[in-house]
């Protein structure tokens, strides 16, 4: 019975890939259908029809759910309410079943709904670091963690939860503004500049696009040090700048 319920469901999605069987589903009180739902909507609905689904056939009612990283394909926006909406979904549906849940995530918004006592921090083994380990081998490192996880901020569990260490930054980002930033070291300007030319006011476009307020203003001090050296073309430009920014 199994073997032919597999082979029924290879044979529906074969005929629907080559649109010999169309078939959709509803929602009449959105007028939307399911195949218009984005992958994050399909895999949010996917998700607790199959979680419940698995448990309503369940007749012992002391269970383990296991979930493997559930908040992939979600927005950040529902990542942040993953928790609660299980929560809600368990009291609602099973408020009588004891349930141990068990998930695996890369998110911090996940994470900062948990208190670190309920968490397990995982890092690889690097070479050479153990020698009764295998290099890639998992280590619990949670003794290691000094942060309380729990309504904690953001930043701060991707830069010690998720062993970010050496910042938030995009790495495209990142590489440009250190070649910017050893340019306008250089007083004998022998650092070359990899991938964009040297001239100041692209130099200076690039500078004035970056988000961080402080990085912006230390290059921007850097920049009128190296290139200007009229004292009214400085003060020109730091007006110029904070007519941009107050804009």
């Not at 911090?108 to 050479?128: G, H, M, R, T």
Request: include cysteine; charged fraction near 35%; proline fraction near 2%.
């Amino acid at each position: 019975k199994l073997n032919e319920l597999i082979k029924y469901n290879e044979l529906l999605s074969y005929l629907k890939e080559e649109h010999v069987l169309i078939y959709d589903f509803f929602d009449s009180s959105t007028n939307v259908y399911f195949e218009d739902l984005s992958d994050g909507e399909k895999r949010f609905l996917g998700f607790f029809t199959h979680l419940r689904n698995k448990i309503k056939h369940e007749t012992n009612n002391n269970n383990f759910i296991l979930l493997d990283e559930p908040d992939i394909y979600l927005h950040p926006n529902w990542q942040k309410k993953f928790i609660k909406n299980l929560i809600d979904f368990f009291k609602i549906n099973y408020p009588d079943k004891i349930l141990h849940i068990f998930i695996t995530s890369h998110s911090p918004f996940l994470l900062s709904d948990l208190p670190k006592e309920n968490v397990i921090f995982l890092e690889k083994y690097k070479k050479d670091e153990d020698k009764d380990q295998k290099e890639g081998n998992c280590k619990n490192v949670t003794k290691d963690i000094d942060i309380k996880t729990f309504g904690a901020n953001i930043h701060t569990l991707l830069s010690n939860g998720f062993f970010m260490s050496d910042g938030l930054m995009g790495e495209f980002a990142k590489g440009k503004i250190k070649e910017i930033l050893e340019y306008l070291n250089d007083t004998k300007n022998k650092v070359k500049l990899k991938t964009i030319k040297e001239e100041k006011e692209q130099i200076k476009a690039i500078i004035e696009s970056i988000g961080e307020d402080f990085l912006r203003k230390k290059l921007l001090n850097l920049y009128r040090n190296k290139f200007i050296k009229d004292e009214k073309e400085k003060e020109k430009l730091i007006l110029e700048t904070r007519i941009k920014e107050l804009q």
